[in-house]
């Protein structure tokens, strides 16, 4: 069971589209954070958020975490061939475990040249 | 190397047999986490330790699977009487505690 539901679980888009990615839970966390994951490599992190409603940008990426701190938005601007991979948010601590960092089942983007 | 290291990054075995996947997790890294992921899904969370105690095991599947991290370093995942719906990728992830996992490329597990 998934705490974290992310959609669109695939989409396929081409080079210069804009993008938004979202993750969705019924739980509140301490942060939020999201990972990329290229195939034979482990997920790496790209970026944490911490307070309700921060937005945080990245170059091309903008992070936002919903008010409640129960949801959070990948938006990519201009999408490049480099940016294809699989974006995994993860929900950290909150009420179950400090510590503790659950996944989002992922969403597999593919940008086309 | 610096990073988080997992050996075998692949095991292929038979039904039944016992396998053993080791994580060599960045020095100094105190929290160390296993994640199970299948193909195109998000890591399912296993089992984490801070040191050498198992600080929460509860994603472990069934009685098959054990974790131990003896000098609160190195771990290993141990899986006896190994079941086909067991193949997946095992991430080993470690942290400083500053919120940041690392994790390893894996050991992927794949049983016939």
């Known amino acids: 069971t998934q705490l974290l539901e992310q959609s669109p679980q695939f989409l396929s888009i081409q080079e210069g589209e804009n993008l938004t990615v979202y993750c969705n839970s019924s739980?509140?966390?301490?942060?939020l954070q999201w990972y990329r994951q290229e195939p034979g490599e482990g997920p790496v992190l790209l970026v944490t958020?911490?307070?309700?409603?921060e937005v945080k940008k990245l170059k091309r990426l903008t992070f936002q975490f919903g008010d409640a701190r129960k949801d959070s938005s990948l938006h990519i601007t201009a999408a490049q061939p480099g940016d294809t991979g699989l974006y995994l948010c993860a929900g950290v601590g909150g009420e179950y475990n400090f510590n503790k960092f659950y996944f989002g089942s992922g969403t597999k983007l593919n940008v086309k040249p | 190397g610096a990073g988080v290291s997992q050996t075998p990054s692949n095991k292929v075995t038979e039904k039944g047999k016992y396998v053993e996947l080791r994580c060599d997790p960045i020095?100094?890294?105190?929290?160390l986490y296993w994640y199970r992921q299948s193909l195109g899904q998000g890591p399912e969370f296993l089992i984490y330790?801070?040191?050498?105690?198992?600080?929460?095991d509860s994603g472990l599947p069934n009685d098959r699977f054990f974790a131990v991290r003896p000098e609160g370093s190195v771990s290993t995942l141990k899986i006896q009487r190994t079941e086909r719906g067991d193949s997946a990728v095992y991430l080993c992830?470690?942290?400083?505690?500053?919120?940041?996992?690392?994790f390893g490329e894996g050991s992927r597990l794949t049983v016939l």
């Open positions: 992830a470690s942290s400083h505690g500053a919120g940041e996992l690392f």
């Open positions: 958020v911490v307070t309700g409603g």
């Open positions: 330790f801070q040191g050498t105690g198992a600080a929460d």
């Open positions: 739980s509140v966390f301490s942060s």
């Open positions: 020095s100094g890294h105190t929290a």
